[in-house]
């Protein structure tokens, strides 16, 4: 609740401080400082939840898994603009409504997780998409950030309606809005109900990038300012998951209705994942390499929305975590080069000894290598599916497409520690270079020990 | 707190010498794996006295039921002794060597036998995965960034492999801690599950694959000729001395113990592609011209004989696995410094460019001999006694396969007494006539291999005892 008023609040103050402000440079230390306040608001809520959740008004439910995933997406925010915010002056002349606009989509992230009404899920998934559309064409004299918003847009559009028609029918069938009242996990599935499950399915499924509903994907990380993608590609997409998972562990989970749904995003998730990882391989720039990778991310973290245990809530926040950081810091690094190919990496580790270390680790991160914040990760979705019990087939094709992971993200690793070159390095300030070294302690004290973590759940 | 020791001095040591410049690394690594040689030798004598001494447990992650849990039995004692001497060994061979980026090399090095140590002692199932990986990754950059022309391919390959073999163990390993009643990874818990033969059945293909890929036997090798081949030598010392060795542990520790009817119903199964792992490899290795992939097949037959031993299951046949994983990891790392000897003054590792150095190299071609025989099992050096014991093990489980496993010593021969006279014998070339004798320190190292051959190899008895209480 802390969470969802100080982003909104922050918001409007940014869009403001625009006006009065003209350096570019303070506005980044506004919203450096407002999304540290939002960080403790949110987190002195933890007392309150301390025995249990509460509703407010039937329409949101706070919980302790609500604020710990929040001070995740906050907290990977932090970090966001301590790697990233001063790449927000080079995108255009808005730089204060592009913050804005970040504080608009994390209050969606934050309704998302606390959301107990089917009409407030609608509207998270909205405040979350819409900034987004914009921040994706904020780059107007580029013809491919255009169409990435355009693209965007429209597809986006596209699921809301889904996920209104989804709504819609489950409404028919359970008469109720409240997501705990709907009831629908009895032994008879009525089929408005079924309709309404796979519509609303399908609309996440686009939401997350989940195949087939990923081809919007890879042209719009492509086509978006590189600064923004980083953060679609990772807080935002942990927002569509914690709805997902929310949702569905919530209201369909139990008695005969799971079964139906969980076998179509059993071969969604499968899908998702060798897709993602096979077109990862086959690709020549490492930020479109970065799109499908989140993809193939996207299939491990359903491994999570299918299995509905405590495995799978745990699973959720640290994975959201450790790939929100890895994901958030390789960006922060790929923006500094001027040559976004696997090449534009070769040699980076003798001119830039730090930074080569610091993509090394995100990426072992990334591929789920122990020692690292992923691997704990990836440890506990797949411990998920496996205490699903059903789920065996589907732990196998994940495995084997993590042991293919290895190749993508290693290739950078040997670009940039095996081969010759002279990469083009923007100056690196003192102050990146201290937020990479805290971005890599993280991934390595989550490595050693994720308890920190999800002992707090 | 000797165990916790054993695995934090190559640990600090290694991140310390990262930062050192000069000759600073090369004394370090030197005086680390003296130490861990000593703490090793003293957790030898401390198992006889007191064994509970070496065993310590601290909380690591109670949600998981995981704790930090390190211990040392015989077959731990055993390997970590061999880990450290086969460091030292190493850091013998090449301290007079100019290494490039040597706090890098040392740095690595270092790490990975903090890995190695990791495995060995680990009784938590999750501790030994990450071990497992720690092991590795040092090593994926060694290879990669030290090794030969094509590394860059070839140690990828290694790396995929291995992380696949790891994956699925991985799943192995979450599966059985969901079996335990009290949800640990604790070895004990692990051991003492009551699985179903539905379970075992498909377990243990998840455990067998990742230490088959590591041995490696049969059809999972296709890694380690090239690897070994590409690696710099102080590395493929490391790799075919210790590292194969986390295989055949994995299989005495987790495997048999953990799913052991499982490992019962496919055993023949393991057998028969441990035997035609031996004789395959065997055969390429007697039509390679080139040394280091010719010791590289060897190596194979050589595992392939201890990994069908370890599925003969008796008494006899473990005691032999145990013995010979030793005295493999001593033998084969001698015949590597010899190898990165002759590609160290010629610059050549083909067998057919070589000839005649007997007369110019005097110390290296007895070392070479020795070894060679050493390493084929010849009575009275250490070979023999493990080979023996493996033999009469497999023979008692089932007489045929015995027989075509032995036909690896006849090929063996072959191959190590071709190899022999083609390196050392016949008539020397202008490039074999410029070659000079082995350094102090190249002899040191090999002097030590060469006492320990014959003082196991006469007097096994004492690492026959360090062994025999594992089963």
Redesign the interface.
Known sequence: MNALISTALSGVVLMFVGLFVRNKQHIKFFAIAAIIIAFIANLAQFPSVELGSYTMYGMIEVSRFSVLFNAVALGATLLYFLLSGSEFEKVGEHVADYFALIFFILAGISLASTFSNLLMLFLAIEIMSIPQYVLAGTDRKNLKSNEASLKYFLMGSFSTGILLMGIALIYGAAGSFNITELGLGADSVHPLALCGIILMAFALAFKVSAVPFHFWTPDVYDGSPTVFTSFMATVVKAGGFVAFLRMFHVSFAGGAISEHWTLILSIITAATLILGNFSAVFQQSVKRMLAYSSIAQAGFMLFAVIAINQFAAQGIILYAAAYSIATIGVFAVLMKLKDYTFEGFNGLAKKQPLLALAVTIFL?SLAG???TAG?FAK?FV??AA??HGHL?WL??VG??C??IS??YY?RVI?AM??KQGDPEVEPVSGGLKAALILAVALVLVLGL???LL??CL | MLTVLLILIPFIAGLIAFGLKGSGPKVLGMIASLASVAIAIGAGCTFHASPDKLSFVASWIPQLGSQFRVGLDGMGVMLCLLTAIAFLLVFITIYNRDIERPNGFYGLMLLSQAGLIGVFTAFDALQFYIFWELALIPVYFLCSMWGGEKRIPVTFKFFVYTFLGSLLMLVGIIYLYFQTPDHSFSWTSFTSLQLSMGDQKWLFWLFFVAFAIKMPVFPFHTWQPDTYDQSPTPVTMILSGVMVKMGLFGLLRWLMPVVPQGAAMWTDVAIVLSIIGIIYASCIAMVQSDLKRLIAYSSIAHIGLMSAAIFAHNEQSTQGVLLQMFNHGINIIGLWIIVDVIQNRLGVKNMDQLGGMARKAPRMAIFLVIISLANIGLPLTNGFIGEFLMFSGLFQYNHWFMAFAGLGIILAAVYTLNMIQKVIFGEGNTLTDSTTDLQPGETLALSLIVIMIFVLGVYPQPMLDLVSKVF
Request: glycine share 4%; net charge neutral.
């Open positions: 072992f290598i122990p020692v691997f440890y797949l411990s496996i205490q065996l732990v196998i495995v084997l993590a042991a290895v190749y290693f040997i520690y095996f020990f994720p308890n999800i002992g």
